[in-house]
């Protein structure tokens, strides 16, 4: 399967990306092991320089809105001390597609891009993690003036998340 964007593909930025979500990857594993969930999200300005980063921590801090990419805006709005983050022209790079939730919070949050690693679709049939009903996401970020591209490096990603799996590792959902 080859990249996902709402955009013509510009190399440079796609090669940026690839660099950035593999260390998202391997620091997710790592992660992993202390106890975080297998998502990873890190906000960069334009520069290069990093704002924020988070590993999602729904388990370990008992919430369920806590996930990698809700941490990072958080985190990068407080360090801004601002609600809206258009300004800066914030990139978000993550593991993984954005769920359903993330999305609304991207969108509030003013992010300019989103780069991600495995798609929804993989990430639910590799865990059983229910990533929830997005139709059409990329249109309409596209339409707000939102860039994404996705399925970067997702092989590498797949594999982080197949061994967290087979580590027996929580797969946080609610009971239906
Ligand atoms: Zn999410």
């Known amino acids: 399967m080859s990249i996902i964007a709402n955009e013509e593909i510009d190399n440079a930025k796609l090669e940026n990306a690839r660099k950035i979500i593999i260390d998202l990857?391997?620091?997710?594993?790592?992660?992993?092991?202390?106890?975080?969930?297998?998502?990873?999200?890190?906000?960069?300005d334009d520069n290069g320089n990093l704002i924020a980063k988070s590993s999602n921590c729904v388990v370990e801090l008992k919430c369920s809105n806590e996930h990698a990419e809700m941490l990072a805006i958080m985190i990068a709005e407080e360090k801004f001390n601002n609600y809206d983050l258009s300004k800066y022209n914030l990139s978000l790079y993550v593991t993984s597609e954005p769920c359903i939730m993330c999305i609304g919070g991207i969108m509030w949050s003013g992010i300019k891009?989103?780069?991600?690693?495995?798609?929804?679709?993989?990430?639910?049939?590799?865990?059983?993690?229910?990533?929830?009903?997005?139709?059409?996401?990329?249109?309409?970020?596209?339409?707000?003036?939102?860039?994404?591209?996705?399925?970067?490096?997702?092989?590498?990603?797949?594999?982080?998340l197949e061994d967290y799996v087979k580590a027996g590792k929580p797969i946080y959902k609610p009971d239906r």
Do not use: C, M
Request: negative net charge; charged residues 30%; aromatic residues 14%.
């Open 25 to 44: 990857q391997n620091e997710t594993k790592i992660n992993v092991d202390r106890g975080k969930g297998p998502f990873t999200a890190a906000i960069f």
């Open 113 to 160: 891009a989103v780069y991600y690693g495995v798609p929804s679709k993989r990430v639910e049939e590799i865990t059983g993690f229910d990533e929830g009903f997005k139709p059409g996401w990329l249109e309409e970020f596209k339409k707000r003036g939102i860039t994404v591209y996705g399925n970067i490096e997702h092989e590498l990603g797949e594999k982080v």
